[in-house]
Structure formats: structure tokens, C-alpha cells
């Protein structure tokens, strides 16, 4: 059975309170059905940002995307993910991940480890939250009996907790490099991920959704004349090879409407999550896509 399209924009630019909570009315005008924080320094602490979320609307989910799991002890984020749903009406949606950046790590005076130490803090993190939801008495406790956990990742360890636990399964579509940096992969390399996913995935009661972020938006005419700005970040990829990256969305309004159904189609993305800077730009595909 197909899912239901769901949009969800992450907000990482930190503003006063009153421009916060008109940019998270404009998500909602716009039909993004969950409102997102990230947690990265620099950027707005997500819990905090959520709740100014919340006062500002009525009808978005509220989410982190994703959570720093070094940044965290399992017993102080379960007081924050309760405090939080009780203080957003039951709204949130948790999201977590291993961190990428080790330059934060520093800067914080946290552990970095290794990947596979990373993948291990988190399962231990998962698993802890679960204990402490399900444990008689433990207080607080948050208003929805599950909140809806996303983890995002791409390696086949993250893969294999992400199908053991999350409610929503989240594909960045990029392998992480050294240093942090982000390396996204083709079309054909995100088939082999979500294939092992669901492998791995087939022993579920009930089906996880599929989220992908999306990382560049441009609606336009000229293709090739719009991505010029950004090959020179990704140079072991041509012009052709860019603009058919699952994580890029260039052409026309038309093109774009069908290319995210066609990866729904394909993939099983039914949830798809923009930057900030690309709000405006992918709010049109989304009004397109309720017409439907």
C-alpha cells in the first residue's frame, strides 16, 4: 500500500522570537506537515525551538532531525523528550543519529570514538529510552504513549538498528567522509540501501516510513545553468551525474512533481525533508502534490 505524502522542512537559522514563530507559521501556510530542528552547534538548541514552535501553530508535527546521540545522556534526553511532548501537545517526532562532525565533538569537550563506537552510544541510547518509556512509574512521562522515533543514517550497522527500532526510517542518500563532510551517492548505490533496509526490515509488525533528505531545491527552467553553483563541491561528479541525484530536485515545477513520485514509486519515500533554504522553493511541489 503507498503512504501518503508527508513534508517536513528543517530550520537551522537561529532568529529573535518573533521572527522564529512567524518563519514557523509560514511552514505551516506553506503545508509542511513537520517542523524540524536540527543539532548541530551554532544552530538553535532543538528542544527549546520546538516548543516556540508549537506556540506559534496548530497543525505540524514537531521533530528533531536528527539528534547528536554523543551530544546526549539517555537519561537526560528521556526528560527532554517527555517534557517537550508534553509541552507541544503530543507533536513530537524524535530523531536520532550517530553525530558526523568531530570538529563539534571537540569544540564540546565530547568523545568522538570511532564509527563503530558511534553506532554503539547510539543503539545504547535507543535501548535506553526504550527501558526508561516502558518502565512502571518513571516520571516524566510524554503525553503520546509512543513518540515516533526517525534514525538516520546509511551504514549497514545504522541500517540494521534503524530496521530493529525507528518508527521512521530516515536515508541521508551520502557517505560520510573524514572531517564530516557529507558525499552523496547515486541513485543506483541508494537502491542497494534501501534494499538491504527492507531485508532487514522484513521481520517488522508494522512498516517503517521512509524519509529522504533533500538537499538542493531549484524549480527552473535551465536545469544545468541552475546546479553551475554547486559542482564545484561535488567535482568527481558531471553536470548530468548531479542533477540525477536522488538528494537533488532541479527543473521544472512538472519535472519536479514527477521525479518525487517516481521516487516514492521507486524508493518508498513517502516522507521527504528540505532544508531551510529550499522552503519557498519546494512549497509549490507541495501544493501540486495535495491536488493529487
Not at 539517555?74 to 517527555?82: G, S, Y
Not at 567522509?177 to 508494522?206: F, M, N, T
Not at 541552475?226 to 538528494?247: C, D, F, K, M, R
Amino acid at each position: 500500500m503507498t503512504r501518503p505524502f508527508r513534508f517536513g522542512v528543517n530550520l537551522m537559522s537561529l532568529a529573535p522570537a518573533d521572527e522564529w514563530r512567524a518563519k514557523c507559521r509560514r511552514a505551516e501556510e506553506l503545508g509542511y506537515d513537520v517542523i524540524l530542528a536540527p543539532d548541530h552547534l551554532g544552530m538553535p538548541a532543538p528542544f527549546p525551538a520546538l516548543v516556540a514552535a508549537a506556540e506559534a501553530t496548530e497543525r505540524p508535527r514537531l521533530g528533531t532531525f536528527v539528534l547528536n546521540a554523543g551530544f546526549w545522556n539517555p537519561a537526560l534526553l528521556a526528560r527532554e523528550v517527555a517534557t517537550t511532548d508534553a509541552l507541544t501537545g503530543g507533536r513530537l517526532e524524535l530523531g536520532l543519529g550517530t553525530g558526523y562532525v568531530h570538529a563539534e565533538h571537540e569544540t564540546a569537550g565530547l568523545p568522538w570514538g570511532s564509527p563503530g563506537e558511534r553506532v554503539d552510544h547510539l543503539r545504547r541510547t535507543v535501548e535506553e529510552l526504550e527501558r526508561l518509556r516502558d518502565s512502571e512509574g518513571h516520571q516524566p512521562q510524554p503525553v503520546q504513549k509512543r513518540v515516533p522515533l526517525l534514525i538516520g543514517g546509511n551504514g549497514d550497522r545504522m541500517l540494521r538498528l534503524t530496521a530493529e527500532h525507528a518508527d521512521i526510517a530516515a536515508f541521508t542518500a551520502a557517505r560520510t567522509r573524514d572531517g564530516g563532510a557529507l558525499e552523496p551517492i547515486s541513485a543506483e548505490e541508494l537502491d542497494e540501501r534501501v534494499a538491504l533496509y527492507r531485508k532487514l526490515a522484513a521481520g517488522r509488525a508494522e512498516p517503517a516510513e521512509l524519509n529522504l533528505l533533500v538537499q538542493i531545491v531549484i524549480v527552473t527552467d535551465d536545469p544545468g545553468a541552475a546546479i553551475q553553483p554547486w559542482l564545484s563541491h561535488i567535482p568527481h561528479l558531471t553536470e548530468q551525474q548531479v542533477l540525477e541525484l536522488p538528494i537533488v530536485l532541479v527543473g521544472t515545477l512538472d519535472d519536479i512533481v514527477e521525479r518525487v513520485r517516481a521516487q516514492r514509486d521507486r524508493f518508498g519515500f513517502s516522507y521527504l525533508t528540505v532544508l531551510e533554504p529550499n522552503m519557498e522553493a519546494f512549497a509549490p511541489v507541495i501544493a501540486r502534490l495535495r491536488e493529487t
